[in-house]
């Protein structure tokens, strides 16, 4: 089971425009830094920076080639990821405890 802080790693790579148009761009295959850059409002330093945060997550692997960087989506990542937002969305009954105050 992951823990609060790994769940909110791989929300925060989720939460962001620039960083879902780079995943929709990784889904037809590893991708270089140059050609992820070709289609973005970003900077180098600014699709570094979104890289690290999606690296970071799991949800997206990376691999050095010469001076540049290409990215490929983490099959285990995602999975992982699938599975805990599946594990947070799903009502656990054992711990449904009534309210104290109104007993509901």
Wanted: hydrophobic share 35%.
């Amino acid at each position: 089971m992951g823990s609060h802080q790994e769940d909110a790693r791989v929300f925060k790579a989720l939460c962001d425009p620039k960083r879902l148009a780079i995943l929709e761009q990784l889904r037809s295959g590893e991708k270089c830094a140059c050609v992820l850059l070709e289609p973005m409002d970003l900077t180098q330093s600014g699709l570094s920076y979104h890289m690290k945060i999606l690296c970071d997550s799991g949800i997206v692997t990376s691999r050095q080639e010469g001076k540049w960087t290409h990215y490929r989506l983490s099959a285990a990542g995602g999975a992982w990821a699938l599975d805990r937002l599946r594990a947070i969305l799903t009502p656990n009954a054992e711990q449904d405890d009534p309210c104290p105050s109104c007993g509901r």
